[in-house]
């Protein structure tokens, strides 16, 4: 039934004649509707339930019933009830709106102009957000700048040469790479891979003629030449990043191969099996009269089919 | 545009009753107007939060050991993007929450905003002075250089004289019978975890406790003048707030390109040629102790712990002391003259403390 | 019948109206001030300190003339037309200037007598009772900084009472009273502080302050103006010799013709030692 809202104080009307005054109304607090009517008549509460009621006027309800009826329906217990301000029912407020009308308190004369409204309103949203402005420019460059940090384009020593028997076979070389971290110093352990190639091996490498190296402003740093046998590959698979192995593969032979997602690849890096996008990437390598290998550790996005310098 | 968000504005108040909340959180009415002298407490809050904010920018770089501290200081101010503004503003924000402590407590005091039924918004107020004075104690030893080492070095040891409890307080502090890496760390935890967590727990008490008495409203006016006068929170007194705590946005970033944060040398055990002293306003107290009448034990005892324990306890009596309902400050002689003496008092111990450099060598 | 200006004393009339006309003023000084920092533009001295001056005046104009016409409306019940803030302003700044000028030569004689004074009573004093440093600091700072006090209080009362004067006869001048009742009058200077068209200052008070804070982001200088001794400024990159991807080769080329030719070197004397018998001294 749709909620029905009978006044506190209305006059009770019957089929047959005025019974009394509503002297309460009860209020479900699941349905949020009015369940009774409390109506006091002939010094007694009756609870009378609010399908009995047929009309609600602004300060009467006429009943669906005969006056001996409503002094059928219960007497009220009122201990068994609460008011709506001694409990926190949500929303009971918004929908049942049974007093006599609302409390009264002045309307401030200055609050009475929208436009001072409005316009208070308004200013105080530009400043507010003006406040933050100046702060956005500092704050976004205070939180990026080891973001893009400069690449490192430092030669660092892995190793001998002499440490390389055999031609087209992976030779791994484990270095300690110290950098500056933030105020600290640090030294890592870093391992790369380098091959002495045969002369078809290197023309599968330098297929795409020499390699050069870029700093960030595009300025070229090195450029490996096929004229070196020497050929360092990057200890990281290009795939996601984890360190590969020189393996004898069960139908491929010696390959290059990285254990977490078995990706393969040949002695000139170019893949052969697995999820790799991208070949092997090779480092800017440099090789002394007296065999000492020196590589920039330059480091690429993993995961992707061109290569993105990061490091 | 307006549309959209009225019909966003409609869809949440069908859910929370977002009107009667507007309602009672913006339409309190304010007696006498909204007046700049409120505003205060709001921008105490202001720079709270932007405290917060530089506080919270300046962990992406601090690290709190005592090997680095020192040097990822540095490395903000030289290093980092704009780094040597967040710290500086951060550091001139204190400053600028320690002078605002001062006019909220003035403002209240002198308006006798303090009195029933308000005293314990003035209790709550006054443990948020002690969480302030805190803060600014805590964070000035974080950059780790010999003004921060030795200014948090002396202050503990003075609290050790305390009676009692002194001992355990300044182990506590310290991590340990004398400072090092545990002092740094309790000190950075209290900082940026228990003081901001202590802090925005009692702020909030103090605003639902204001907000339950009402303000006090002016202490003269007809009620003629009061009436006509009278506007809601909202907008106005809002306003004001608003452009006051940008006014002290601009103070404090002037500041901070004035007087950038420059570090002395690291920290060491021997505090060489530097002359230890604690922030600025902690310097009245600390003149003070350089009195003969506070020197020994006893009088260290009186200077550094009884009376200004005294003078706390006074504050803390005041609302149950003065029951008079009289708020006219120019009504009030002995409150305006002591106010006036603690002030002048505090002023003049300051600039001794200044003068006093020159007489160290 | 006395007119309503008479009542209220001089120097409170100037005193509210200077009190509210100079905080009125300062949030708008002070975005000028943070600019001129931003361009490391000292603004108490030099150009920054003419230019800071320069734009107060304005400011100054337009905020006392604001707070005078609210204050005359609603504590005097008086209306003034035509302008209010050019016609103080001036009087006010001229007698502030004289009054500064006097301050000037008052406070220093103040500070330089007293502090003589307090040095010689002091060190008379001192032969009797020893004082310790820090109290005879303190006393010393009193002796000289409560007289000084006092002379600038004085001058500051005497400026506002000549000021308040003058702007008494200015409301006499060129006020009328008016008939509106408080919450009339109150009313109308309220509905003064809201723009005829608040949309268009709304929106123009944005794009200025927008503007000024692309031009603060400029200004402000990346890294900080006040090094610490122990970090000087990394050194400007010498221009950065460019990788000539020739020459490079060239270099790999000839480093690799030497590194041939030495090993070489060193397989033709391995042969040689093997070839080699055992060797003399057997």
């Not at chain 2, 200077?303 to 803390?316: E, K, N, Q, R, S």
């Not at chain 3, 002091?122 to 109290?135: D, T």
Request: a positive charge.
């Amino acid at each position: 039934m749709a909620s029905v809202q009978p006044k506190i104080k209305s006059k009770v009307r019957c089929v047959d004649g005025e019974v009394g005054e509503i002297a309460h109304v009860i209020a479900d607090p699941i349905s949020l509707e009015v369940s009774h009517i409390v109506v006091r008549t002939n010094g007694t509460q009756r609870q009378v339930p609010v399908s009995t009621i047929a009309t609600v006027r602004e300060d009467s309800v006429e009943l669906r019933c005969n006056a001996s009826q409503v002094a059928d329906y219960p007497e009220l217990k009122r201990e068994d009830f609460l008011t709506s301000k001694e409990v926190e029912i949500p929303h009971l407020e918004n929908k049942v709106h049974v007093e006599p009308g609302d409390l009264l308190v002045p309307f401030p004369q200055l609050e009475k102009s929208c436009a001072r409204r409005n316009f208070f309103t308004g200013f105080i949203h530009v400043i507010g957000a003006l406040i933050g402005l100046p702060l956005v420019w500092p704050v976004l460059r205070f939180i990026m700048k080891p973001m893009y940090a400069p690449y490192d384009n430092r030669w660092i020593k892995i190793g001998n040469v002499s440490k390389i028997k055999t031609d087209d076979v992976g030779v791994q070389f484990i270095f300690k790479k110290s950098f500056t971290d933030s105020v600290l110093l640090r030294e890592e352990d870093k391992n790369h891979w380098v091959i002495k190639a045969t002369p078809e091996t290197l023309k599968k490498i330098y297929q795409h003629g020499d390699i050069s190296f870029m700093d960030e402003k595009g300025d070229a740093v090195w450029v490996n030449k096929q004229t070196v046998p020497y050929v360092a590959f990057a200890g990281k698979c290009p795939h996601l990043g984890c360190g590969f192995k020189w393996r004898t593969h069960k139908k491929r032979g010696q390959v290059f191969l990285c254990p977490c997602h078995l990706s393969i690849y040949d002695s000139a890096g170019k893949v052969l099996d697995g999820p790799a996008p991208r070949p092997l990437d090779v480092l800017p390598i440099k090789v002394s009269a007296t065999g000492e290998i020196e590589i920039i550790d330059v480091e690429y996005k993993a995961g992707k089919k061109e290569q993105v310098r990061i490091a | 545009m307006m549309f959209l968000l009225q019909k966003v504005y409609d869809f949440v108040d069908e859910r929370i009753d977002l009107k009667t909340l507007e309602a009672k959180m913006m339409k309190e009415p304010i007696k006498g107007g909204s007046r700049w002298a409120y505003v205060f407490g709001s921008v105490l809050l202001f720079i709270f939060i932007m405290q917060a904010v530089t506080g919270v920018l300046l962990m992406f770089y601090y690290i709190p050991s005592a090997d680095h501290a020192y040097a990822s200081t540095q490395f903000i101010i030289h290093e980092v993007d704009y780094g040597w503004f967040i710290l500086s503003y951060h550091f001139w924000g204190s400053s600028a929450m320690v002078v605002m402590v001062f006019a909220h407590m003035s403002q209240v005091f002198l308006w006798g905003a303090y009195k029933s039924p308000r005293e314990m918004i003035w209790l709550v107020g006054l443990a948020l002075f002690g969480i302030v004075m805190a803060f600014g104690f805590t964070g000035y030893l974080l950059p780790w250089d010999q003004r921060a080492y030795w200014a948090t070095t002396v202050g503990v040891e003075i609290m050790d004289k305390t009676p009692v409890v002194g001992d355990f307080m300044a182990r506590f502090l310290k991590g340990g019978p004398t400072p090092g890496q545990m002092t740094l760390s309790r000190f950075f935890v209290i900082h940026v975890m228990v003081l901001p967590g202590a802090l925005m727990g009692l702020a909030g008490l103090h605003l639902f406790l204001f907000r339950s008495a009402g303000p006090a409203g002016p202490f003269r006016g007809t009620s003629e003048e009061l009436k006509a006068k009278t506007d809601f929170f909202f907008p106005r007194q809002v306003w004001k707030d608003i452009v006051a705590m940008a006014a002290v946005f601009l103070t404090i970033s002037s500041l901070a390109l004035i007087e950038p944060v420059v570090l002395l040398e690291e920290a060491k055990p021997d505090p060489g040629d530097y002359h230890p002293e604690p922030e600025w306003y902690f310097l009245f107290l600390f003149q003070i102790l350089r009195w003969k009448v506070f020197g020994g034990e006893f009088g260290q005892f009186l200077g550094a712990t009884a009376i200004p324990a005294a003078f706390m306890l006074l504050l803390a009596a005041l609302p149950f002391i003065d029951r008079s309902p009289e708020r006219n400050i120019f009504k009030r002689p002995i409150a305006l003259l002591s106010w006036a003496v603690v002030m002048i008092g505090i002023l003049v111990l300051t600039v001794s403390a200044i003068i006093n450099r020159e007489f160290l060598d | 019948m006395s007119h309503p200006a008479t009542a209220i004393s001089s120097v409170k009339l100037a005193w509210a109206l200077s009190w509210a006309a100079f905080w009125t003023g300062f949030p708008f000084k002070a975005i000028v001030v943070l600019l001129l920092l931003a361009a490391q533009i000292h603004p108490w001295e030099g150009a920054g300190l003419i230019a800071l001056l320069a734009v107060s005046v304005p400011i100054d104009i337009w905020a006392l003339g604001l707070t005078a016409r609210t204050f005359f409306l609603e504590r005097m019940g008086i209306e003034v037309r035509g302008p209010v803030g050019i016609g103080l302003w001036w009087q006010g700044a001229f007698l502030g200037a004289v009054m500064l000028g006097i301050a000037y030569y008052a406070v220093g004689a103040t500070v330089a007598v007293c502090k003589k004074a307090a040095a010689v009573t002091l060190g008379v004093v001192n032969k009797v009772i020893p004082i310790p440093v820090a109290e005879q600091i303190t006393i010393e700072l009193l002796m000289w900084a409560v007289p000084t006090t006092i002379v600038v209080i004085v001058l500051l009362l005497l400026w506002l009472k000549l000021f308040g004067w003058r702007i008494k006869r200015f409301v006499v001048a060129s006020g009328q009273a008016s008939s509106a009742d408080l919450q009339e009058r109150v009313r109308e200077w309220d509905d003064w502080r809201v723009p005829a068209d608040s949309i268009l200052m709304l929106v123009s008070f944005t794009a200025v302050a927008v503007l000024l804070t692309v031009v603060f982001w400029v200004l402000l200088p990346v890294t900080t103006t006040h090094r610490h001794p122990d970090y000087p400024p990394p050194p400007t990159d010498a221009v950065k010799k460019k990788v000539k991807p020739e020459e490079l080769l060239k270099k790999t080329d000839t480093a690799l013709a030497k590194a041939e030719a030495v090993l070489e070197l060193l397989e033709k004397e391995k042969a040689k030692e093997k070839k080699k018998p055992a060797g003399p001294g057997k």
